[in-house]
């Protein structure tokens, strides 16, 4: 999430800030080349000119909701991502069958030397309307302190930076000047429940060798922060989502329905069963996971990544961080260094919620006879989401618990990448070119599918990049930023010349 009134930014993606990159591995701005100033002019130009026309081609974006949890637009999102993807020049736009909602894949092939995948999502996540301001499909502009803001479900998360970049290619296009680098992209419609199936798009022949091709990949995110600052990760923790369900229909004691709670003196509850699963997950108050073997692949942070997270503050405090978080305290009264430590090193047992039976108004006396418990389970390097679904099922079937149900949902490995690779190279070298301080973190808090271009079989460098600014990521009211009166802030114009010239950037990284 954001709040707009902290000072900083802190989505599930850039939830930590790390340190200022030290000279031994930062290559100097003067070694990437920059774009001709004539054609940046043009392109300019063109950005100007077609400004609204891409603020509408979000907007209706927006309106089309693809939301992969409730099975909601999956044809017709798919669709408008292929029309997108086509109407911005991508040739041989077409869907990948990945076993699940589909993804979506195309080239735009100049003849350069260098070719860039691009990876995008075209989901966003659930809404509850009466919780907004205005109605979340229908985008609303308003006036936020920092200047003019579009408000709706996926204007930040991601359909306003994917669509600023979209603008970017758009731009090249009418300005007349060739792109300086191929580009690879897909797109996936599944990201919001854990990119269950993207991993299947690597079976496809074309999408493969296309990725192959690639020097790095990025996804086009608005990473400033209230004072204009970027963060640069270097990755991110993985992720188990999964449901436990206990039911007396499964346990073979307790009711298979609801039945009247003064019936507890005789019978089993199979809410209390799935309370004592739980238990067993955890120690210190639920603190540290406590699954059989669970830290047995873990691999602690290197004095270098120590040193990253020392930096932290310079950017922030201890008090305005927990201001931003609504907190009053860290976990067992910790120092904020302690606490940036663990939200980059640790992984996580975290219960997103509990149903069992009535939850209405007033009472119902009932003895429910199911319950189910929403979990994540954030893992780190050199943990896999395979081995550890695996360990949770054996630690429950040890203790007997062998007939909780778990429904896996989605998932994904940690990713990891470089911090001398050409990708973040080249995005140092852009943010020296442009005066934006910039720091580095080892990974974020949160969680994304770039494991499946940093790990086998490609191998690719990958993180999330871009300027501009945004908020409230899958809480009421997301917006993103479209008219700055920040300086040092990009609205949407100056975030689409940003890709522009970041093209550049790492058409000379490698």
């Known amino acids: 999430m954001t709040n707009e009134n902290s000072g900083l930014r802190l989505d599930r993606r850039t939830l930590i800030k790390g340190a200022i990159a030290s000279a031994a591995t930062l290559s100097s701005a003067a070694a ?19 400004h609204e026309q891409a603020l509408r081609r979000i907007q209706d974006w927006i309106r089309l909701p693809t939301v ?47 070719t860039v995948g691009l990876y995008f999502m075209y989901d966003v996540k659930q809404f509850d309307e009466p919780d907004w301001m205005s109605p979340p499909l229908e985008p609303v502009f308003f006036d936020h302190a920092l200047g003019r803001a579009l408000r709706a479900r996926g204007a930040i998360n991601h359909k306003g930076p994917e669509g600023t970049f979209l603008a970017a290619i758009h731009a090249f296009r009418s300005a007349g000047v060739e792109l300086p680098v191929n580009l690879a992209l897909l797109a996936e419609g599944e990201e919001e429940i854990g990119s269950p199936n993207l991993r299947n798009a690597l079976n496809d022949a074309e999408v493969l060798a296309e990725l192959q091709r690639t020097d790095a990949v ?6 400033q922060g209230q004072q204009g600052e970027m963060g640069i990760s270097l990755g991110a923790k993985g992720v188990i989502e999964c449901e436990l369900i206990a039911s007396g229909e499964r346990w073979g004691r307790g009711p298979v329905q609801d039945i009247h709670s003064g019936m507890k003196a005789s019978v ?18 639920g603190n540290t996971p406590a699954i059989d073997g669970w830290y047995e692949h873990y691999r602690p942070l290197t004095d270098r990544q120590r040193a990253m997270i020392a930096k932290l503050n310079t950017s922030t405090t201890d008090a305005e961080l927990k201001s931003a978080l609504g907190l009053k305290r860290w976990m067992n009264d910790m120092p904020l260094q302690e606490a940036m430590e663990r939200l980059a090193s640790e992984p996580t047992v975290n219960i997103e919620g509990l149903v069992a039976g ?13 319950a189910t418990a929403k979990l994540d389970f954030r893992i780190v390097p050199d943990m ?28 994904y490995d940690p990713t990891e990448t470089s911090e001398t690779s050409g990708l973040v190279r080249a995005e140092q070298a852009f943010l020296e070119q442009r005066n934006i301080p910039h720091t580095i973190t080892p990974r974020i808090a949160g969680s994304y599918p770039g494991y499946i271009y940093t790990g086998a079989p490609l191998r690719k460098p990958f993180n999330q990049f871009g300027l501009g600014y945004g908020g409230k990521a899958h809480a009421p009211d997301e917006f993103y930023l479209i008219d700055s009166n920040h300086p040092k802030i990009a609205g949407m114009r100056e975030a689409t010349m940003g890709y522009v010239e970041f093209l550049y950037a790492l058409a000379s990284a490698h």
């Not at 896999?384 to 062998?402: I, S, V």
Request: net charge positive; aromatic share 6%.
């Open 32 to 50: 990437f080349a920059s774009a001709p100033r004539g054609k940046l002019k043009e392109i300019r130009r063109a950005v100007d000119a077609g």
């Open 68 to 114: 992969a949890a409730e099975q909601l637009n999956i044809e017709q999102g798919a669709d408008y991502m292929m029309q997108l993807a086509t109407e911005a020049g991508f040739k041989r736009v077409r869907r990948v069958a990945t076993g699940g909602i589909p993804a979506v894949f195309g080239v735009l092939d100049v003849g350069a030397k260098h």
């Open 268 to 285: 089993d509850s199979p809410v209390w069963r799935l309370v004592e699963a739980l238990s067993t997950l955890v120690k210190d108050g």
């Open 218 to 223: 990025f996804m086009p995110t608005a990473m």
């Open 384 to 411: 896999t989401a395979a081995d550890c679904e695996a360990k949770l099922r054996a630690h429950l079937q040890k203790r007997g618990f062998g007939d909780i149900e778990i429904k896996v949902s989605g998932g």
């Open 358 to 370: 009535y939850t209405g108004p007033g009472g119902k006396t009932i003895l429910p006879g199911r």
